[in-house]
């Protein structure tokens, strides 16, 4: 398809882990090897930084053009997030506009105005379900602004497509790939919902016996600190309440956004290696944290996520050969339909449908991505 005279526009859909960033960079060295340009924009610091690892690492002496001990025929590979010092910035942009990197890897940076493309041929989106319809063609309109200004190719990549996704693909304005299985090795994750004093003291009581054995947990908020108006967990409060109560004398790492990416990194870092057991996050960690180990994890008022936020979440565990458990606990007795399609399905293909049925397409004339459509 990326051959034809016409740009491409497609979803590729797949479970978590399944290896759409494969397929992704399979199709970026096409594009580079025609002379073009490549970006994938990732929705977080953190997956940003860990798809530039993965890419580099793959290509090997490919992704380092110029430099010693690289190969003839490699490319430049960069990376461009808001953090960056001015320096590396300034370096960064240099290597976009001058097409010295082949393989743009960023965040929202890339869409700013400053951001100019050489020669931008294809377009990869991770996590679509992460960037507004704007910000979805901010990309493509920055190709067309180019020195060529082709309209360039599209590959949207999700678990879990949002409900207006779903709707393009009927309506023919994004064709559909789909990997429908997961690699060997990986062991199915048992979901339950838990909201009594006695489950969720039985459930503190699993986490802690897996972290016994060797294995490791997350325990995910919705907010950072305490809010008045909001009465949900906050991640710093769950942290204090953790170390001293239910998980007292555990290594207990936190992350979250607000934290600078040294911080994040050396936090990550200490859970991949395993020095840290339990992290406690903000959904930071909902895409691209692959830590095998971790086999429990505890999604606190996951009535406030949506089904799409919360399969990715879960995507977190139940990456090791380990049997993984997720617990989705609130705070009041009646689950939502989103909570009982997870607890009863695995399969992002159902849960996305199901997302459709509770929120509706959206308009296709404007850009409202939920809610009814204005075609009927």
């Known amino acids: 398809e990326m051959a034809a005279g016409h740009p491409m526009h497609r979803l590729l859909q797949g479970e978590v882990g399944s290896g759409k960033t494969v397929v992704a960079v399979r199709a970026m060295l096409t594009v580079v090897d025609s002379g073009g340009q490549a970006a994938l924009l990732a929705p977080t610091e953190v997956l940003a930084a860990q798809h530039y690892r993965a890419i580099t690492n793959l290509l090997g002496p490919l992704a380092d053009r110029g430099k010693l001990g690289s190969h003839d025929e490699g490319t430049g590979v960069t990376l461009l997030t808001g953090s960056m010092n001015t320096a590396t910035r ?3 942009l240099l290597d976009i506009t001058s097409g010295q990197a082949g393989i743009v890897i960023g965040t929202h940076a890339l869409l700013e105005d400053r951001v100019d493309f050489f020669d931008l041929g294809l377009v990869v989106i991770d996590e679509q379900h992460r960037f507004g319809v704007a910000q979805r063609s901010r990309l493509s309109d920055k190709a067309q602004e180019s020195e060529h200004g082709l309209v360039p190719d599209v590959l949207v990549m999700t678990a879990t497509p949002i409900p207006r996704t779903a709707a393009m693909t009927v309506y023919g304005d994004l064709d559909v790939s789909v990997l429908d299985e997961l690699p060997p090795g990986r062991t199915p ?34 907010l950072i600190e305490e809010s008045e108006k909001l009465e949900v967990a906050s991640a710093q409060e769950t942290f204090d309440q953790l170390s001293a109560q239910d998980l007292a004398g555990y290594t207990i790492g936190l992350l979250h956004g607000r934290m600078s990416s040294a911080d994040k990194e050396a936090v990550m870092n ?22 095998p180990n971790a086999t429990c994890m505890v999604v606190l008022d996951a009535n406030r996520f949506g089904i799409a936020q919360l399969h990715q979440l879960r995507g977190r565990v139940g990456r090791g050969k380990l049997l993984s458990q997720c617990y989705l606990m609130t705070q009041n007795g009646d689950p939502s339909p989103r909570i009982e399609a997870l607890v009863a399905s695995t399969d992002g293909f159902v849960l996305a449908e199901e997302d459709l049925k509770l929120r509706g397409e959206g308009t296709i004339m404007s850009v409202n991505q939920k809610g009814q459509s204005d075609l009927t």
Do not use: K, N
């Not at 489950?199 to 054995?213: F, G, H, K, N, T």
């Not at 200490?270 to 830590?291: K, M, N, P, W, Y």
């Open 189 to 222: 994750i048992s979901t339950a919902w838990v909201h009594a004093p006695l489950e969720i003291e039985s459930m503190w009581a699993d986490v802690r016996s897996r972290l016994d054995a060797g294995e490791q947990a997350y325990v995910v908020c919705p």
């Open 90 to 92: 300034r370096q960064a």
């Open 270 to 291: 200490s859970f991949r290696s395993g020095a840290t057991q339990v992290l406690v996050a903000t959904t930071v960690i909902e895409v691209g944290v692959d830590v």
